[in-house]
């Protein structure tokens, strides 16, 4: 069992910044692919990043991509979403997501294993 637990959400204006992270439990968090998605109100949960457990390969929704960095730290089991020149259609619950599954980096919830309880971005214009 992995339990996930997402920090660093908070009110921003739009063009700011913020940094989320996500400390999880256990030993076997660099076998683990990571991943980020967010859910706005009356919208379905959507994939935002994804790095592998080495950190080698990322991936990232065209809408954010150019403007979020994922990253892990396997040292401390915590992986980060920074996100840059944030917009008022970033506003969502942002969850961090386990993949035990090594060797696959997915965009798809159905692929991962354990969730966070999400943490609250607001971006205002």
């Known amino acids: 069992q992995v339990q996930l637990v997402e920090s660093g959400g908070g009110l921003v204006q739009a063009g700011g910044s913020l940094r989320l992270s996500c400390a999880a439990s256990?030993?076997?968090?660099?076998?683990?692919?990571m991943g980020w998605f967010r859910q706005a109100p009356g919208k379905e949960r959507e994939f935002v990043a994804a790095?592998?457990?080495?950190?080698?390969?990322?991936y990232y929704a065209d809408s954010v991509k150019g403007r979020f960095t994922i990253s892990r730290d396997n040292a401390i089991n915590t992986v980060y979403l920074q996100m840059n020149n944030l917009k008022p259609e970033d506003t969502a619950v942002y969850y961090c997501?386990?993949?035990?599954?090594?060797?696959?980096?997915?965009?798809?919830?159905?692929?991962?294993?354990?969730w966070g309880q999400g943490t609250q971005v607001t971006v205002s214009s």
């Open positions: 997501a386990a993949d035990r599954l090594a060797g696959r980096v997915s965009r798809k919830n159905r692929d991962y294993d354990y």
């Open positions: 790095i592998s457990g080495s950190g080698g390969s990322r």
């Open positions: 256990g030993r076997t968090f660099s076998s683990y692919t």
